[in-house]
């Protein structure tokens, strides 16, 4: 009955068939790792909100070489983990970052190294200000630092992949994204591989620094794409069974309905118009 499954044509549709249901399996699974992937990283950001803080140098490598250099970035699961560490801002090297969204408005982080015992240092995402009137890439007036030893609490961000330009404006570094090691060439020290996102700081920071939010990754999303693909991947089969099975029911004889077009045009007319007798 199904002998015509080892025809060319037939064993073609099959290993088309298995092919896009492997393609869409492998999709699938590409997906779910991604999902695991942001679902680890939204259970560190939740469990980073509320931890008590630890040394810097337990979560990121004391960087050791020279000056204009970045030390390694922390390990994966070391980011967004919640660390403290003590020393004073060196406002001559701030760096604005500009383009940044917060509620909706475009302005600047202003990210500034903060000078450690040892010499090396680290850098300090103080927070989001806005432009100066004239347009959203108007440089802003930064406020004021403490001058003396400050102790910082943060967030561990990791360098920001995407390289850009880091220009001179007016005394200030300016660029567009906080590569660390980037910004590293521009200033006179060792700098830690990461950078920290502020979330308290003593003495306090300057009121009109607003906090930088910490968004969760969109884990459901890659979650909704994994049950798309392997439900693809379970129509095709299910669909090469369906076709398969019609195909050996009609050359059987068993389905006997009749699959030809239907012409009505053709047809006889069932209710013919009355004619006028002669």
Known sequence: MYRFLLTPRWLGILALTLFASFVMVQ??????????????????????????????????????GTAGTAGPGPATEDT??????????????????????????????????????????????LGWIPPAPGGATAQPQVPALPTGE?????????????????????????????????LAEHLPYPVYGAYLLLDEQTPAADAAFRAVPIGHA???????????????????LVGYGWVARREARRAAGLDTRDTRPLDRAAEPDSHPTPTAPA
Do not use: C
């Open 80 to 125: 967004w983990s919640r660390v403290t560490v003590t020393g004073r801002y060196d406002p001559a090297n701030q760096i604005l970052v500009r383009g940044r969204t917060v509620d909706s408005r475009v302005g600047f982080e202003v990210v500034t190294p903060l000078l450690l015992a040892d010499g090396t240092a680290v850098l300090v995402d």
């Open 150 to 182: 400050v102790t910082v609490v943060g967030r561990v961000h990791a360098s920001e992949s995407a390289s850009g330009a880091v220009s001179d404006r007016n005394g200030l570094l300016e660029t567009r994204r906080i590569t660390v090691p980037r």
């Open 218 to 236: 969109n884990n459901w999303q890659n979650l909704g794409y994994v049950v798309q693909w392997y439900a693809f991947a379970a129509m095709a």
């Open 27 to 64: 999709l699938a699974d590409w997906q779910l790792d991604r999902y695991r992937g942001r679902s680890a990283i939204n259970e560190r950001i939740d469990a980073g909100a509320t931890a008590t803080p630890v040394p810097l140098a337990s979560k990121v490598p004391t960087p050791t």
